[in-house]
């Protein structure tokens, strides 16, 4: 997988110089190929995750925010890459503060949760 990251990078700054927007385009392909690489490995985490989520006695509904999360996180870190290699760094900006509002928002069930729990030991 690094090597197909690599190999498009070299390919892209080849076309940069001729054709930006076709190294726009290779690059948003290597990183799609990347990912698809990844579902495998992903899937398995998932796996693993949901094990671990079974075997503590934690509500599984309080994983689920984690999860968001941090797809969430991944989406934003390969979008705002890609803004800002297509020059656009202001655009790169905006999806990460986007981003982070997302995840606050996904998070939501949990920090509920925890505020229930705050005010039950308070009691």
């Known amino acids: 997988m690094t090597a197909l990251c690599v190999v498009g990078a070299i390919l892209a ?3 940069k110089k001729g054709t930006p927007e076709l190294a726009l385009l290779l690059t948003l392909g290597a990183a799609a190929a990347a990912l698809a690489a990844l579902a495998g490995a992903v899937e398995e985490l998932m796996a693993f995750l949901e094990e671990l989520a079974e075997r503590s006695g934690v509500g599984s509904e309080l994983f689920v925010p984690l999860y ?3 797809g969430i996180s991944l989406v934003v870190k390969v979008g705002s890459g890609l ?3 297509a020059g656009e760094s202001a655009l ?4 990460e503060t986007a981003g982070a509002v997302c995840a606050l928002l996904a998070a939501l069930p949990l920090l509920r949760a925890v505020l229930s729990l705050l005010m039950e030991l308070m009691q």
């Not at 790169?92 to 999806?95: I, Q």
Request: proline share 0%; charged share 25%; hydrophobic share 45%.
């Open 13 to 15: 700054l080849v076309l």
């Open 68 to 70: 968001k999360t941090v």
């Open 83 to 85: 803004c800002r290699d």
């Open 92 to 95: 790169g900006s905006v999806v």
